[in-house]
């Protein structure tokens, strides 16, 4: 999309420091011709984004032989099926925790699955008539599906996001070969030869641990709020059939960070800073 914004703090005396500020990504799954079929939003863990691969790879082996209205209508019966099943997957992990006094959620419709283009031919019906239950059982799935996700984001607060990702902490371990590569980042990660000869602690494992907790974190919150959006998307067919479309609007309402603001949030117009040029250098 465009480089990683960096910000850096100058403390005057010759250090600095250096930091990423307002990034995210996406990863796009597409079938033979390039479209989008399923979009995995931000940070997974490990295990979960094998997971959420072999999925998609399931689907695009489906989808494969099928074209125009059938392949439509299965592809948005599956995010269908997937908005159903983090509702469930959601509710369930708020039970397991303890948590009973859920909200009340709306059954998502079913799509018509008989209402392909062969199918219509051959009834002899109007265009219009296989539309309008289409249309009205995608209208339905949208709303009820906003209605369920701020339900079950309302009755989940910031600690129980703590424990719920706790609850998926072993889908965000990280192997030797990834604790190696960060390993190599940083001098201070390196091992001395006391904790080679294992009578000193490793000084990577609490990095290790806080990053494996912030991503089982992500995962759950990207999985259970981003992702869960995108599957709307999908079923509605909004911006989601080419891959510059659906990546235009993922980064503008899901990332709230739009290519038409190269600051990305980051310059308001009515803050005062005393510095000149209110800090900005082009």
Not at 37 to 43: I, K, M, N, R, Y
Not at 69 to 90: E, F, G, P, V
Request: hydrophobic share 40%; glycine share 6%.
């Amino acid at each position: 999309m465009r480089p990683v914004p960096k910000v850096t703090i100058d403390f005057g005396d010759g250090r600095t420091l250096e930091r990423t500020v307002t990034g995210n990504s996406i990863h796009y799954i597409l079938d033979s011709e390039g479209n989008p079929v399923e979009a995995l939003p931000g940070l997974y863990g490990p295990q979960a984004f094998l997971q959420q691969l072999q999925q998609a790879a399931r689907l695009v082996s489906v989808l494969s032989p099928l074209q125009g209205q059938a392949r439509t209508t299965l592809l948005r019966q599956y995010h269908r099926d997937r908005l159903a099943a983090i509702q469930t997957n959601w509710v369930a992990d708020l039970k397991t925790l303890g948590i009973h006094a859920l909200p009340l959620l709306v059954n998502l419709p079913q799509l018509n699955r008989t209402a392909t283009a062969e199918a219509a031919g051959q009834l002899a019906i109007t265009k219009m008539a296989v539309e309008n239950p289409l249309l009205r059982a995608i209208r339905g799935i949208s709303t009820s599906a906003e209605q369920n996700r701020q339900r079950l984001s309302n009755a989940t607060d910031n600690p129980t996001w703590l424990k719920l990702a706790q609850r998926h902490a072993d889908k965000a371990r990280l192997d030797r070969n990834s604790q190696a590569l960060i390993r190599s980042k940083n001098p201070a990660y390196q091992l001395s030869p006391q904790s080679r000869a294992g009578s000193a602690s490793d000084p990577l494992q609490p990095i290790v641990r806080s990053f494996e907790s912030a991503m089982a974190l992500d995962t759950v919150r990207n999985e259970y709020l981003l992702h869960a959006q995108l599957h709307q998307w999908f079923v509605q067919g909004a911006d989601t059939t080419t891959l510059d479309a659906l990546n235009d609007r993922v980064y503008a309402q899901l990332f709230l960070t739009p290519n038409s603001d190269p600051w990305l949030g980051l310059l308001s117009g009515d803050a005062y800073s005393a510095i000149e040029g209110n800090g900005v250098k082009q």
